[in-house]
């Protein structure tokens, strides 16, 4: 099925570092989200964004929806160990309610 | 935040048995829940679309026959493996939407399949 381009594929950073990851996308998504996953359980809701060039956060983590509607970036500053995962975007096209997910970002935060 | 349960979270089988996976929403109503498959280090793919009261709605490529799904009320839906073989092993995930109109979409802790 249809993808996102997520980038980059892994990140190995210290702690404290800033993170920082983006989706694009060759359709217009009317809503984005964010979800993290650590091993052998289900996605978890990190951010969600429905409008061009909103921008929200939730505590150290900020995304932003693209103002094309075509892409979308999350940030995360000040990394903790905790932060270790795999990060997806997803996104879903106007008048569908299937979401469209990215290959996601593993993040490895050394202490 | 709107909780989705999945159970079982691990299950072996042999291989020609059927499994059946529970997907439910725990503190809200999903008229449509989806399921997905996941392989190790992949992205989550969409297997179909499961609808209250009516036939779920297959992607491509899936086996409908294989991948019995059933959502007979508005808080479960469930995913039967029929005749389970070694190539069915994966993490297979639910989801829900929490609100519709928002697209939120929370996501059930996963189930492991092996398939010996």
């Known amino acids: 099925g249809q993808q996102l381009n997520q980038s980059p594929q892994s990140m190995f950073i210290q702690e404290g570092e800033d993170v920082s990851m983006n989706c694009t996308s060759s359709s217009i998504f009317n809503t984005w989200l964010w979800y993290k996953q650590d091993p052998g359980e289900g996605p978890v809701l990190l951010i969600a964004?429905?409008?061009?060039?909103e921008l929200t956060s939730n505590g150290r983590l900020t995304a932003q929806f693209g103002i094309t509607r075509k892409d979308s970036f999350l940030n995360i500053s000040a990394s903790i160990p905790s932060d270790v995962g795999i990060y997806f975007c997803a996104g879903q096209e106007g008048g569908s309610e299937k979401l469209v997910f990215g290959k996601g970002t593993k993040l490895t935060v050394n202490p | 935040g709107a909780v989705v349960s999945q159970h079982p979270s691990r299950v072996i089988c042999k291989s020609g048995t059927s499994v059946k996976i529970e997907c439910r929403s725990l503190d809200f109503q999903a008229t449509t829940m989806f399921w997905y498959r996941q392989f190790p280090k992949q992205s989550l793919m969409l297997m179909a679309t499961s609808n209250e009261g009516s036939k779920a709605t297959y992607e491509q490529g899936v086996e409908k026959d294989k991948f019995l799904i059933n959502h007979a009320s508005l808080t479960l839906s469930t995913l039967t493996v029929t005749s389970a073989h070694p190539e069915d092993s994966s993490f297979y995930i639910c989801?829900?939407?929490?609100?519709?109109?928002?697209?939120?979409?929370?996501f059930g802790e996963g189930s492991r399949l092996t398939v010996l």
């Open positions: 964004l429905y409008k061009a060039g």
């Open positions: 989801s829900a939407f929490a609100d519709r109109v928002t697209g939120e979409l929370f």
